[in-house]
């Protein structure tokens, strides 16, 4: 009695009325899943870059924080002296702003009109140098006459804190011109003068 049921749903089965939009799909162009595949694949590709770029710019992050905190360190270290050298630079600094100091407080004026008013009419002054610390003076001119030099060193030497005035070189310029020029060097001293 079994196997006649068997037989009987298998028979029936094939009886069975089959609608058309039942039927069996029929095989059909390959192309749709080829599509879909490459499609995939691409997602796949893309979600890969995203996932690279995304750990490049993890990274790349990571380096501008340390740098910037290798800068915030750097800039501590700046301006927190270190050690001797540090300190011994800053003395210097100091030594040479007090020099600076000292030979701006120095009497420019009294030294510029003392030679002003040492100087004859005959007398050309070329350069000067003058050491604020040690007084020394020195004068390069050009006098016309040989007297105006001389002129000059004694008017000099009378002018108040003024000391071992002198003439040094002499010589002449302009050898083929039709009036030669004397040219001289005049070095002094200057006595400390007491502040007032």
Known sequence: MRDRLIVRVVTCRRSWPRPDFARAAAAGPLWPAALIVVGALGLCFSAWQSWRLHLEVAHWQSLAASASERIQQARRAAVQPRGGAV????????????AVVRDLDHAWPAVLVSIERATPRGVRWLGMSHDARSGELRLEGEADVEHDAFVAVEALGREAGWQEVALQQVGTAGAGAAAPVLRFVLTARRAAVAAP
């Open 87 to 98: 300190q011994e630079d800053a003395a210097r600094t100091r030594a040479l702003a007090a």
